[in-house]
């Protein structure tokens, strides 16, 4: 009896725990278990030729929010191409209401309720022993077709996290994708709008074995590790141990990414986190409201005050990358209740702030109260809310408007300076992005795919209509964020013309040949190669600094020393 295990992903760079972590925990049957990977981006039929090559006799596909429209497409054809396939499904998408999944999909046998570790294995020990069907009814955590109808055998006991088997074998296979870890499951809270709540059984890993576990990534110098904890710094002793054991491992390559909740972090935490190398570790924190009668609603206790003092705390060591999420649809949370929130949070300068939609999710306790808060929610897949008490689906509308500027000219980080400067002619930070994207919609814009030099070009565009006196300053800041990140071919349209500094431009390298004082490291390199590995700007205003003060500046940008959080190139002004 031959079982594929099969995981669709949102991106190539993804993996699967799940998959992976079944499989391992099966290890006396593992020869007779098989795995595939693949994305939402590939094409059906190169999905179905592979399943159909491979002619599983049982298939069991990893269900999510993200892929569940995906795969109920792909079952119903491998159906009909493999009649006698056996197929299983599980994750949470199917988790929480499986008699009428099933009821909706006749092509699948049979559920996987909740973590699946034990209960794959003794499916898995069912059909590769050729068990009769009789013992399918003894296995917990499952939801199947029985001889007399569906039968649901309900939610399996947990398993003590130390049982679990490394699930990564080979990991020069994962040179190029992100590996996810957990060394917790289950939440101490009750966030009503996330399904993390209904498991309230939180337990963790024993950290001498997330050690020995931690030490197989940092030994083969992974990329990035993320987390799935769902609050990693919710045991104080469990977090201290891990971050102290990963800075002292430390392999100058390895990004671990956490979920943590700020208001949790202590003092210990707190300094021992300023003192790790830029880029080691990296925090994602949801904040979700700054409106104290919405986080009481979704429950929620943390007062805004404490994060955001935890949060500056963090960030004046200039070492850590810091992700805040925001989610705009929250019962009692208005228009302008969310754009405070934004602005309260934007205040902190994350290097990311996701502005994020309510998602009512099967399961969850919002999900219960959607009737009480007048919340409608899409049909399909990922449910996102489409108006509230509190919102309109206008306001939903330019809320979405102001996600898609953010995302392009502050996550992006190729505006920085630029976007930095330009905030403070208006009110606020909301005001700009929401101005910025309704201009977007007057143009014509937002329905376009645009390069990075023309979203340049359309900022400037907007800050012309608007009528600003500082536009040649903003030009100027934009060469100044366009160069940070890379030594463009090209010069923009806009930017002035190197032909009158040519001469001084070259002797400067000349110079740094003979006598470096600015470009260390390049030693072996001519000065006609260190001026192409480099590059140097004369601005004419004071963009280094971002004030608007004219003068001669002459910045070089060196890209072999980049900030690890930013990845911009080491700007500094010198001599000429």
């Not at 009649?83 to 199917?94: L, N, Q, S």
């Not at 930070?429 to 645009?450: N, Q, R, V």
């Not at 012309?464 to 090209?490: C, H, P, Q, V, W």
């Amino acid at each position: 009896m031959d079982i594929l295990l099969a995981a669709v992903n949102a991106k190539y760079i993804h993996t699967n725990l799940a998959v992976y972590s079944l499989r391992a925990y099966c290890r006396e049957f593992s020869q007779r278990i098989s795995l595939r990977e693949y994305t939402i981006n590939q094409e059906k039929d190169q999905i179905l030729k592979d399943i159909y090559h491979r002619a599983p006799e049982v298939l069991c596909f990893s269900c999510y929010i993200w892929n569940i429209s995906y795969v109920k497409e792909l079952i119903r054809d491998i159906r009909k191409i493999l009649p006698d396939t056996i197929i299983w499904t599980g994750g949470p998408e199917v988790s929480y209401d499986p008699e009428n999944f099933l009821k909706e999909m006749p092509e699948v046998f049979g559920v996987m309720l909740g973590e699946g570790e034990e209960t794959f294995r003794r499916l898995a020990e069912h059909y590769v022993k050729q068990k009769e069907e009789e013992g399918l009814y003894k296995i917990p955590g499952i939801c199947f077709r029985g001889k007399e109808g569906t039968v649901n055998s309900g939610f399996p006991e947990v398993l003590d996290m130390d049982r679990l088997v490394f699930p990564y074998e080979d990991l020069s296979s994962f040179s190029h994708k992100i590996l996810y870890y957990e060394s917790s499951r289950g939440c101490p809270f009750s966030c009503s709008y996330c399904l993390s709540s209904v498991d309230k059984k939180l337990r963790f890993k024993s950290l001498d074995l997330v050690k020995k576990e931690l030490k197989v990534f940092l030994e083969a110098k992974v990329p990035q590790v993320k987390f799935v904890d769902r609050t990693f710094n919710c045991r104080e002793r469990h977090a201290l141990e891990i971050w102290q054991y990963i800075q002292d491992h430390d392999n100058g390559v390895t990004n671990f990414h956490f979920e943590i909740g700020a208001d949790l972090l202590t003092e210990k935490e707190i300094a021992l986190i300023r003192t790790m190398r830029p880029g080691l570790i990296q925090l994602e924190i949801g904040v979700q409201s700054t409106n104290e009668k919405t986080l009481k609603e979704i429950r929620r206790y943390a007062s805004f005050e404490k994060i955001a003092a935890k949060v500056q705390a963090v960030h004046e060591g200039g070492n850590i990358h810091q992700h805040l999420d925001l989610i705009a649809g929250l019962p009692w949370e208005d228009y302008t209740s969310f754009a405070r929130s934004f602005n309260q949070v934007y205040a902190l300068a994350p290097q990311q702030l996701q502005l994020g939609f309510l998602k009512v999710l099967k399961g969850s306790y919002m999900h219960e109260k959607a009737g009480d808060y007048g919340c409608l929610y899409k049909d399909k897949e990922p449910y996102e809310v489409l108006k509230t008490r509190w919102l309109s689906y206008g306001d939903i509308i330019r809320l979405k408007s102001v996600e898609e500027m953010v995302e392009i000219y502050y996550n992006s980080g190729q505006f920085s300076h630029t976007v930095e400067a330009v905030v403070r002619e208006f009110p606020d930070a909301f005001t700009f992005y929401e101005a910025l994207g309704a201009f977007y919609e007057e143009k014509g814009y937002d329905t376009l795919s645009h390069s990075r030099i023309r979203r340049y070009e359309i900022l400037l565009e907007f800050l012309e209509e608007r009528g600003t006196d500082s536009l040649e300053f903003y030009k100027e800041l934009m060469i100044f964020d366009l160069y940070a990140r890379e030594n463009m071919k090209t010069r923009p349209s806009w930017a002035a013309k190197r032909d009158p500094y040519k001469e001084k431009i070259q002797a400067f390298y000349e110079g740094e040949k003979e006598n470096p004082r600015y470009l260390t490291g390049y030693e072996k390199f001519t000065s006609r190669q260190m001026e192409k590995m480099t590059h140097l700007e004369i601005f004419t205003w004071d963009v280094l600094e971002g004030k608007k003060e004219q003068g001669f500046y002459p910045v070089l940008f060196d890209y072999q020393k980049r900030d690890p959080l930013t990845n911009d190139g080491l700007a500094c002004q010198v001599e000429l």
